[in-house]
């Protein structure tokens, strides 16, 4: 059973199309990472949310936590081929020692 | 910020042989350290978490006597595929919380390739 269902897996839009990825669960979790990952390197952390409806801007990119926080968005504006790659949502939960459930994954591809 | 290092960056070997993979925290002290494997195009798959003075913890289906862990200091945790396989090529990383616990920092990974 996947804890944090992020969808879609797969998104291939034109350069300047708009896009929304989903990160959705039944549980809570005291936090909410965003990370971006390119072929043969590590995630690199884009954003943390932490407090419910919390909503915080990184230039075309929006990240959303659910009021709940049981569930998170990822909107970017605008999309350009330099936002290609992995994208991976990942819950924390404050018990746990900063162990992480990660989203199955988004593979964006923005074509110019 | 915070950089967790991961050595070597890449690895070849043949079938039987065991590999060391290091993760080092480089500017801060980490108690705590995950491993992690992906395949292609796939999220990541937590293997273990690895504890400084004690026993690592290893997820469901992770054997330990395959993916053995010493977490040597608080800055060091090895990860060592012992009698390695072809199935076992993938990409290994890992990562090391903040102090807080509510981010993580991950290393570059380490692409292993079991000929």
């Known amino acids: 059973t996947q804890l944090l269902e992020q969808s879609p897996q797969f998104l291939s839009i034109q350069e300047g199309e708009n896009l929304t990825v989903y990160c959705n669960s039944s549980?809570?979790?005291?936090?909410l990472q965003w990370y971006r990952q390119e072929p043969g390197e590590g995630p690199v952390l884009l954003v943390t949310?932490?407090?419910?409806?919390e909503v915080k801007k990184l230039k075309r990119l929006t990240f959303q936590f659910g009021d709940a926080r049981k569930d998170s968005s990822l909107h970017i504006t605008a999309a350009q081929p330099g936002d290609t790659g992995l994208y991976l949502c990942?819950?924390?939960?404050?018990?746990?020692?900063?162990?992480?459930?990660f989203g199955q994954g988004t593979e964006l591809s923005v074509k110019p | 910020g915070a950089v967790v290092s991961q050595h070597p960056s890449w690895v070849i070997c043949k079938s039987g042989t065991s590999v060391k993979i290091e993760c080092r925290s480089l500017?801060?002290?980490?108690?705590?350290m995950f491993w992690y494997r992906q395949f292609p195009k796939q999220s990541l798959m937590l293997m273990a978490t690895?504890?400084?003075?004690?026993?690592?913890?290893?997820e469901q289906g992770v054997e330990k006597d395959k993916f053995l862990i010493n977490h040597a200091s608080l800055t060091l945790s090895t990860l060592t595929v012992t009698s390695a396989h072809p199935e076992d090529s993938s990409f290994y990383i890992c990562?090391?919380?903040?102090?807080?616990?509510?981010?993580?920092?991950f290393g570059p990974g380490t692409r292993l390739l079991v000929l």
């Open positions: 549980s809570v979790f005291s936090s």
């Open positions: 990562s090391a919380p903040s102090t807080g616990r509510e981010t993580q920092y």
């Open positions: 990942a819950g924390a939960r404050g018990n746990q020692g900063g162990k992480l459930i």
């Open positions: 690895s504890n400084e003075g004690s026993k690592a913890t290893y």
């Open positions: 500017d801060f002290q980490a108690t705590t």
């Open positions: 949310v932490v407090t419910g409806g």
